[in-house]
């Protein structure tokens, strides 16, 4: 799912005139726009080390092919955000829809800031673009899962407004080993 030019210049507009906003020279000024393939190799740096905050091994080729794979097949929305050319964080977004509310959903699967940029508005800024991208294709929802030991990201988003499903459980299948 690729954003239209309106999407664009709103999402353009609305990110620039958001409050946290940076007011250094443009070269550290913070912008978040959609990911495009081009972009492969930044996201490929901080998508290996988003997996390895979550336990994994590093793996850069594997986390490379991944992501290319998303591109290839259009089955993911990324954005990036950066200062200047230099890249600070991203996040993922997976289309979907739900059944009971007969509508689209997404879910918010990765996002990550670099340990560098963090404090500096980042993730609130990625925030901001998943919720624009998300309302303007009529979403009903994004939906994400935090860790528990996380209160940094659990602060975060009861900032920003987001609520907490506690009449549900998490649960997972797993194939037989």
Avoid: C
């Amino acid at each position: 799912m690729v954003a239209d030019a309106s999407f664009e210049a709103a999402l353009s507009l609305q990110l620039n005139s958001a409050p946290g906003r940076m007011h250094a020279d443009a070269e550290h000024e913070i912008t978040v726009r959609q990911a495009v393939s081009a972009d492969l190799e930044p996201l490929t740096d901080l998508f290996d080390q988003y997996r390895q905050f979550q336990g994994q091994h590093a793996d850069r080729a594997a986390a490379r092919s991944f992501l290319k794979a998303r591109f290839d097949h259009g089955e993911s929305i990324l954005f990036i955000a950066l200062a200047g050319d230099a890249p600070l964080g991203f996040a993922q977004l997976y289309p979907s829809f739900s059944s009971v509310a007969l509508s689209r959903v997404f879910i918010l699967n990765d996002l990550f800031v670099d340990a560098s940029a963090r404090r500096r508005q980042v993730a609130s800024r990625l925030l901001e673009a998943v919720e624009a991208y998300a309302w303007s294709f009529g979403a009903s929802r994004v939906t994400l899962n935090v860790a528990r030991a996380n209160t940094d990201a659990q602060a975060l988003y009861d900032a920003r407004g987001w609520t907490r499903a506690d009449q549900y459980f998490m649960v997972h299948r797993f194939p037989p080993s």
